[in-house]
């Protein structure tokens, strides 16, 4: 079936614009997480979900970072007033039963 | 905190020699461990969890609990295993997420 997909692929925002980036986790999966990947670092959790509920946004680097799933599947990561720092590849992954994460292909986000 | 160290940034094999990439962790109760691996151009996949104790594509990975490390080995290197390979963490503690290593980037020579 159809893997976790992500939107845009690729941003480039100017340093004070506010950006949305969308996640589609594989259908019924209840839990869903999103990660910062720095430059030649590993993923950083940032925030997680189970159905609607977000259990854990301890990752999450600042209040201009905010998270969403209202209905449940598709989640919305948003970054107010975009700094430099933000550059970064954000990845969402869902998991279902068996606990597994599976990973979308990332949205590239370059703020200039 | 629990912390995930893989102590190589890159490591270089020939064909047909055996690998070993090396992963660490910091952690006081009983994680769930995982390899991860990034194929060029492609996105992050699961390779093994130690619960399964599993062989996926010759890799096998044991979990010592005394030297708190989770190496990932296989006896043969071949060329299609050149990749990105993270070591990540899960601390069972209920949140479910994944503490990372900064990734090792293994390269086989043919």
């Known amino acids: 079936g159809a893997g976790v997909s992500q939107s845009p692929r690729y941003k480039v925002a100017k340093r004070g614009q506010d950006v949305a980036l969308r996640c589609d986790p594989i259908?019924?999966?209840?839990?869903l997480f999103w990660y910062q990947q720095a430059l030649g670092q590993g993923p950083e959790f940032l925030t997680y979900f189970q159905n609607e509920a977000q259990l854990d946004k301890s990752g999450l680097p600042s209040d201009r970072f905010f998270a969403e799933r209202p209905e449940g599947s598709v989640s919305t990561l948003k970054i107010q007033r975009t700094q430099q720092e933000d550059s970064a590849v954000y990845l969402c992954a869902s998991s279902g039963s068996g606990g597994t994460q599976y990973f979308g292909p990332g949205t590239r986000l370059t703020v200039l | 905190a629990q912390r995930v160290t893989q102590p190589e940034k890159l490591l270089s094999v020939f064909k047909g020699a055996p690998v070993e990439l090396k992963c660490n962790y910091s952690?006081?109760?009983?994680?769930?461990l995982f390899w991860y691996v990034q194929y060029s151009r492609q996105r992050l996949q699961l390779l093994l969890r130690?619960?399964s104790r599993e062989s996926i594509k010759g890799f096998t990975a044991d979990l010592n609990k005394g030297e708190t490390s989770f190496h990932l080995k296989k006896p043969f290197a071949q060329e299609e295993d050149s990749a990105m390979y993270y070591c990540a963490l899960d601390s069972g503690a209920g949140s479910y997420q994944l503490t990372f290593g900064k990734g090792t980037k293994l390269s086989v020579i043919p």
């Open positions: 130690h619960i």
């Open positions: 952690y006081s109760g009983s994680p769930e």
């Open positions: 259908s019924g999966h209840v839990s």
